[in-house]
C-alpha cells in the first residue's frame, strides 16, 4: 500500500488535503490496530482452546489414576483379608513346629536313657524283648 505521506507535506496549501491525509493515515493506523487486537485475540482463543484440551486430557488422565489407585486399595483389603485367615494357620504351625522340636529331644532323651539301661542291665532288657 502507498503511503498516505508525501515528501513534500509541508507544501500542501488546503486544509481539505491536510484532513485527507489525516483520515487516509487515522483510516490505516485504526485497521492495522484492528488487525492486529482480531490476531491476538485469535491467538488468545487458541490458547484457551489448548488449555482445555490439556485440562480434560489431564482430567482423564486422573481419573484413570484414581480407578488405578481404587483398584489396589481393593487389592491390598483382600491381601489383608487373606493374610489374616493364614496368619492363625500360621501360628498354628509355630506351635506344631515347636512341639515337634521338643519331642525330637525327649526322644533323643529317651534313646539315651534306654541305651544306658541297655549297658547297666544287657540281660534284663534282652529277656523283655525276647
Do not use: H, W
Not at 10 to 26: G, H, Q, Y
Not at 47 to 75: H, P, R, W
Not at 85 to 109: A, C, G, P, W
Request: charged content about 35%.
Amino acid at each position: 500500500m502507498e503511503s498516505p505521506v508525501r515528501e513534500n507535506d509541508s507544501n500542501l496549501k488546503t486544509d481539505a488535503e491536510k484532513n485527507t491525509i489525516i483520515r487516509e493515515v487515522k483510516d490505516n493506523i485504526l485497521d492495522n490496530v484492528t488487525k492486529y487486537f482480531q490476531t491476538e485475540l485469535q491467538t488468545i482463543s487458541q490458547d484457551y482452546k489448548t488449555f482445555g484440551d490439556m485440562n480434560n486430557a489431564s482430567k482423564e488422565f486422573c481419573v484413570k489414576m484414581s480407578n488405578k489407585v481404587q483398584d489396589l486399595i481393593t487389592s491390598m483389603a483382600e491381601i489383608q483379608e487373606q493374610y489374616i485367615k493364614i496368619d492363625n494357620y500360621l501360628k498354628e504351625i509355630t506351635k506344631l513346629e515347636s512341639q515337634v522340636d521338643d519331642i525330637e529331644k525327649i526322644t533323643e532323651e529317651l534313646d539315651i536313657f534306654s541305651k544306658a539301661l541297655d549297658e547297666r542291665y544287657p540281660k534284663t532288657m534282652s529277656r523283655l524283648f525276647f
